[in-house]
């Protein structure tokens, strides 16, 4: 019985964790900005490497002046994943909006009718990832459950207008 | 009796709105731009034309390519003077958020907590104005009200977290 209860090996792991809502709604979004196919070789795994970021990684990343792109980019599909995500589970549509202030700081918002469902300050943003798929995936996974309990809880106010 | 029903003339009319809770806080907006003083000689109505235009002004302003950023900074500053005057009535915490998606299309936002007090599809925003101080005053004054009767309804979304 003892051993159901150890970690399994990190490609079990892994499986479980790409199977999940949140990070098959990543994967899509992902393949859906590869309209030349470029990455049709590429596993899934592969696909998620810039949401991913060693330790050292971190580090190696200057915070001065605006994020790069590229980051400032992938900082969008993660949440716009979220918001997928969160239509799929309730039904309901889900627009992000984003305000950069500067140099890295800013918020990021996604709403369901008049209702915040997530609600995220913004630092360092030119560090953006995570250090290991399974943290990926749990952000997203917790940012996913806590908007479908706000919707859940205040309906009338996501459902405001409509 | 029939007198004070007639429209009064219009400075009066204009000093009726000047005082409005909104308009107060546009005009207060403005001053705050003004740190060198320039404007200090000119009155509040004076300050407020930039935000008046009469139609074959709107139609003179062509809708080709980017709004000009003049316009952008009086949008911003119309919606920042109604966040303040619905935190005054209200004492929330109110912040904007704007997304421009492309030649003058986008969004403007106005967050209470979790609940979105203001929801305002832009269009058009080249040609951001109002006919007449008493349009502007009506139409910022509608927003507050509808703000405000918002954060009464459903005051816990407003609070969340707080």
């Known amino acids: 019985m003892a051993e159901t209860l150890e970690t399994p090996p990190e490609a079990d792991s892994d499986a479980v964790w790409l199977a999940t809502p ?29 949401f991913i970021l060693t330790p050292e990684e971190r580090r190696a990343i200057p915070l001065l002046g605006d994020p ?15 918001a997928v995500a969160i239509e799929r589970e309730t039904g309901q549509m889900v627009s992000p909006m984003m305000k950069m202030h500067h140099e890295g700081f800013g ?49 009338d106010v996501a459902q405001y207008g409509a």
């Open 22 to 50: 949140f990070v098959q709604q990543l994967i899509k979004q992902m393949r859906a900005q590869d309209s030349h196919g470029h990455w049709d070789g590429k596993s899934d795994l592969q696909l998620l490497k810039p």
């Open 107 to 155: 918020r990021m918002v996604l709403l369901a009718g008049r209702l915040v469902v997530v609600n995220k300050q913004l630092r360092d943003v030119h560090r953006f990832g995570f250090p290991s798929l399974a943290k990926l995936a749990e952000a997203g996974g917790k940012f996913l459950d806590e908007a479908v309990a706000m919707i859940r809880t205040y309906p």
């Open 68 to 82: 790069d792109p590229e980051t400032l980019w992938h900082l969008e599909i993660f949440y716009n994943a979220i």
